[in-house]
């Protein structure tokens, strides 16, 4: 064996620095690529938030505009009646906040009854179907009587029907 070292000692030295020449040209071989190109302007690419109003549904949407138009109502309602009262002279604050509390008053009790009326509605509409099974025959009665024995810290039962 010592003979076969001594013999080719040129050749696995040949062979060695060619191996490591190779490592070394795979190692100068990029592994990675950037493309510099711009990306498109229009397709795959994901949604970007927009400024102004968020996406919704449109149902919330119409909840949202719904809301709006009524406070800018509502404002202008009471703008207007506090001018009455500034003008006539009567601006008592007493008066002015029940005027103020009094839409608040009546409608808060009828937006939770029709609330109310309208969750039993669908509560009503969400119930299973009504079914009625009638079966006809003879029936036989089974009477099993069951001896239960639990014992021990770790309770086991064993039921055992009777011979």
């Known amino acids: ?3 076969q070292r001594q013999q080719h000692p040129a050749t696995l ?5 060619q191996f490591l020449a190779a490592i070394d040209e795979a190692m100068r071989t990029p592994t990675h690529y950037r493309d510099p190109s711009p990306l498109p302007p229009t397709g795959p690419t994901p949604p970007v938030p927009q400024p102004g109003r968020p996406p919704m549904s449109s149902k919330a949407t119409d909840d949202s505009v719904r809301m709006i138009s009524a406070g800018f109502l509502t ?9 009455v009262l500034h003008f006539s002279s009567n601006a008592d604050p007493t008066v002015i906040a029940l005027i103020a509390a ?3 008053g009546i409608a808060v009790p009828i937006l939770a009854l029709t ?3 309208r969750g039993a509605k669908e509560a009503a509409e969400a119930l299973p179907a009504e079914h009625h099974h009638h079966y006809t025959g003879t029936v036989v009665q089974d009477q099993r009587s069951v001896n239960s024995t639990t014992r021990g810290v770790w309770a086991s039962t064993r039921n055992q029907l009777p011979k």
């Open 115 to 117: 609330r109310l009326i």
């Open 102 to 104: 009094a839409p608040i």
């Open 13 to 17: 030295d040949t062979q060695a620095a």
């Open 1 to 3: 064996m010592n003979t």
């Open 75 to 83: 404002l202008c309602a009471g703008g207007a009646a506090s001018g």
